[in-house]
């Protein structure tokens, strides 16, 4: 949860307070601190790239199957395409497979979709979450996080839920100060963005 919210609430901030759409949202671009708060990276890279460098990108961020699907049309990254990329990241986290590997065809959303509608939601959690779920109470707020994961990655982007929207959803699942301190002077030349912004908890 502390990855999940804290990723979030770094999108959120590039979105809202530095207007800067990521572009290339992949678990690889979360960098994590010694207490396991996010450090979102590489962001400032797609505004610097031209435009057959920025479609090499998006064709590597398919491959590894974090890319919303109308980027295939579209060919221009936008909050609801970093929304998406968001989405794989939690069920990521959730599920404990890489999303670049696809089962029975199928990316990773659709694999997770798939199960949810034959009513087996059980089958998809990593065995060490269920593990967790059966110990306390987090097997309602591991369900709430996997429908919040779904909604980001719709197939429709108008479907989608803003960065700031999928942070207060993450706070109501569970709420609490874990996901990051706030945003600090510009760290390393610019090559983090804080993993939460002040105000975040409103």
Request: charged share 25%; proline share 5%; with cysteine.
């Given at each position: 949860m502390t990855i999940a919210k804290g990723t979030a609430r770094g999108l959120a901030y590039l979105h809202d307070d530095m207007s800067i759409v990521h572009g290339n949202l992949t678990a690889s671009n979360v960098l994590l601190d010694e207490q396991w708060n996010p450090k979102i990276s590489d962001f400032g890279l797609s505004r610097l790239m031209t435009t057959a460098a920025n479609s090499n990108v998006l064709a590597a961020a398919g491959a590894l199957g974090y890319r919303a699907p109308e980027l295939s049309k579209l060919k221009k990254a936008n909050a609801k395409t970093d929304v998406y990329s968001l989405g794989v990241i939690i069920l990521e986290l959730l599920t404990g497979k890489s999303p670049a590997d696809s089962?029975?065809?199928?990316?990773?959303?659709?694999?997770?979709?798939?199960?949810?509608?034959?009513?087996?939601?059980s089958e998809v959690f990593d065995l060490e979450l269920m593990r967790d779920a059966a110990a306390g109470t987090v097997g309602d707020e591991l369900m709430d996080t996997l429908k919040l994961a779904l909604h980001c990655v719709d197939p429709a982007p108008s479907v989608r839920?803003?960065?700031?929207?999928?942070?207060?959803?993450?706070?109501?699942?569970?709420?609490?100060?874990?996901?990051?301190?706030?945003?600090?002077?510009?760290?390393?030349?610019g090559a983090h963005v804080p993993a939460a912004s002040a105000g975040d908890d409103e």
């Amino acid at each position: 949860m502390t990855i999940a919210k804290g990723t979030a609430r770094g999108l959120a901030y590039l979105h809202d307070d530095m207007s800067i759409v990521h572009g290339n949202l992949t678990a690889s671009n979360v960098l994590l601190d010694e207490q396991w708060n996010p450090k979102i990276s590489d962001f400032g890279l797609s505004r610097l790239m031209t435009t057959a460098a920025n479609s090499n990108v998006l064709a590597a961020a398919g491959a590894l199957g974090y890319r919303a699907p109308e980027l295939s049309k579209l060919k221009k990254a936008n909050a609801k395409t970093d929304v998406y990329s968001l989405g794989v990241i939690i069920l990521e986290l959730l599920t404990g497979k890489s999303p670049a590997d696809s089962t029975n065809g199928m990316d990773l959303p659709q694999w997770v979709a798939s199960i949810v509608k034959e009513e087996w939601t059980s089958e998809v959690f990593d065995l060490e979450l269920m593990r967790d779920a059966a110990a306390g109470t987090v097997g309602d707020e591991l369900m709430d996080t996997l429908k919040l994961a779904l909604h980001c990655v719709d197939p429709a982007p108008s479907v989608r839920p803003e960065a700031r929207e999928v942070v207060r959803q993450l706070e109501q699942i569970r709420p609490g100060s874990d996901g990051g301190a706030g945003p600090s002077e510009e760290e390393g030349g610019g090559a983090h963005v804080p993993a939460a912004s002040a105000g975040d908890d409103e």
